[in-house]
């Protein structure tokens, strides 16, 4: 029984305060449906007052990167030991990592080791371009970045990890995957993890989908076999969206 997981990807939006105000009024609104997991991924400056407007709220914190090093010369990185405390997942594999600072397969794979180094869990997110999907090498691609990015990762730490199929071409823009299209997709991928790990590793992963995810289409995609919950950009940022979309899981999936 997998327990769906509905992360709220802030990306560049909300200061500090702007985030603490937020969740304050978001948290009560969620509050009954405990059949969800429930996080919410604010800018790491944001983090202490999140984390410390949710103390006693059952709403999680991630964070939406985490250097590969552990220490030392990194001008302008964050590791995972300065988020531990703070955030218990963390997003990684970004599309937007991925293009804009340039994050490859080997970076994230080393990423993912370092946030299970220190008891965070990965949101690892992959995604195909609009040229991949429609030569139709939708799960060729995704499986190799999956298999990448999974390298040497075990069995027990596979339990901590949350995946997010997120096709480029559906973030932020509107243009929404076909919801039977993104079970084909995430069910691929849970094929995937049977193939490296088990049948049984595979049957307990949970998959999110991401891009263009809204209150109008999430009953859809949580009604998909294989989709676990979402990974939200643009409607995690209001409080009433948010709170359809947890509404629209816990309808048609909640425990
Ligand atoms: P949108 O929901 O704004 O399309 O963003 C999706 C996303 O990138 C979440 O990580």
Known sequence: ?????????????KT?????????E?????????GI??????PFIALPTTAEALA????????????????????????????????????????ECREYLGETDDVINRKIKAALAHGLKPIFAMGENLTVNEAGET???????????????????????VLA????WAIGTGKSANAQFANEITGGIRGVIESLYSA???????????????????AEYMSQEHIDGALVGGASLIVDDFVSLVQAAQETKGA
């Open 139 to 161: 799960l060729a691609f995704v499986g190799g970045q999956v298999r990448a990015g999974l390298e040497g990762i075990t069995a027990e730490q596979m339990q901590s990890i």
């Open 26 to 34: 978001l948290a009560p609104k969620l509050a009954p449906f405990t």
């Open 200 to 218: 049984t590793i595979a049957d307990d992963i949970r998959i999110q989908y991401g891009g263009s995810v809204k209150p109008a289409n999430m």
């Open 165 to 168: 199929y997120e096709p480029i």
């Open 1 to 13: 029984m997998r327990v769906p997981i509905i992360a709220g990807n802030w990306k560049m939006n």
């Open 16 to 24: 500090a305060a702007e985030a603490a105000a937020f969740v304050r």
């Open 37 to 42: 997991e429930r996080v919410v991924c604010p």
């Open 56 to 95: 006693h709220s059952e709403i999680k914190v991630g964070a939406q990167n985490v250097s590969e090093h552990e220490k030392g010369a990194y001008t302008s990185q964050i590791s995972a030991a300065m988020l531990e405390g703070l955030a218990e997942y963390v997003i990684i594999g970004h599309s």
